[in-house]
């Protein structure tokens, strides 16, 4: 229990941090894409006020090509911008013939390429966008469509260094912060697993310490009615014993499953197991008035504690036995899934809420909320049967689809 609160613990940590560095970076990158966009389509407008070409002559400082204020440590609109740009342009028919090409401000596209870039630009019909590191804007210039590119290579080059170098830094912050977790989520879960391994212990010493007095007061009670006869008073002290032993056992053994002992597992036929255990139960739910069938797949085995199996079967079988309705119907299952087997109980019972279900193997929990000493069980059943099941590294749930009946599932990999 303590090493999955700790597994647990380091998992939401971890979760934690992986979401707020991929929301920071992630942030961070969009910001940047924006950027690049919005500064290349500034210089494409640029072009495109010019058909294609910066326009020539000198600006009066502080303002941009159109003559206009330009604003202060903008870039775009810096005198060296036309000799720095690298770009190329084409002009095409309404067909998508291409009628010109102009390379001459740049020199890693020729007029072959440009002319491929044009014409699949032409066919997918969008106004903006990039082929490869080339962003481009296409616009109609009098009956002909003029498409402008514009070399984005560095930026979309330091645009990728920055989103490697980010998941980098990710990567290695999560693996720091997983090591410093590891180390200390150990002293975080320390004085829990103290208190636990105290608690555990202080049950089973309590659970041996109460054995010895309980049978003592068992037999002096026999001994009285040897002497005195019968006597109501006498049958419930007996009574009233029996049942404490039963839970001090119950505690004791929930204390040692918890504990996952190296028991000898060995491969046992679960079908032939499952088969008996049916058996033994059909006299118990004839005599309330109820119908207990089985579909068992024959031949399955499986490798485990088979006392425990057993302990298990027994435990699921008098808890549906035990809670179903009057004249209810009982349903045992046990079929092989894929890599898995599946053992299934299911029974009718009067009603059972939701918040039942998510309770139903916590200690001391029982559906019945009267604590009703007739119907016998001190709410410790499914907690063995959750721990036996866990023991096997196995998974046990409940589940109530129209909540008048119960189906208690624990599936094994083979």
Known sequence: MIRTLRSKLILAS???LLLVLTVIFGTVGILNYRKILADADSILAILQENDGNFPVGKHPEGENFSGEPAPKDNRL???ELPYETRYFSTFLTSDGTVISVNTGKIAAVDTQTAMEYAQSVFAAG????????????????????????????????SFRTFLFTSAGVELIGLAAVLLLLIVLSGRIVKPFAENYEKQKQFITDAGHELKTPLT????????LEMDIGENEWLQDIQHQTKRLAQLTNGLILLSRMEEQPQVEKIEFPLSDMVQETLETFQAL??????TLSGQIEPMLSMTGDEKAIQQLLGILLDNAVKYSDEGGRIELS???????????VFNTVEAISKEDLSHLFDRFYRADKSRNSG???????LSIAASIVSSHKGKITASSPDGKSLRIAATFPL
Do not use: C, W
């Open 77 to 79: 609109f810096s005198p």
């Open 375 to 381: 119907t016998g069980g001190y709410g410790l059943g």
């Open 216 to 223: 003592i007061i068992d037999a002096d009670a026999e001994v």
């Open 285 to 290: 739910a004839k005599t309330q008035n109820k």
């Open 126 to 157: 969008d106004p903006r966008g990039f082929v490869e590191d080339y962003r481009y804007v296409m616009y109609p210039s009098g009956e002909e469509a003029h498409i402008i590119f514009l070399d984005y290579g560095r930026e979309m080059n």
């Open 14 to 16: 971890m979760l934690s």
């Open 334 to 344: 046990l079929k092989k899934q894929k890599n898995a087997v599946q053992l299934s």
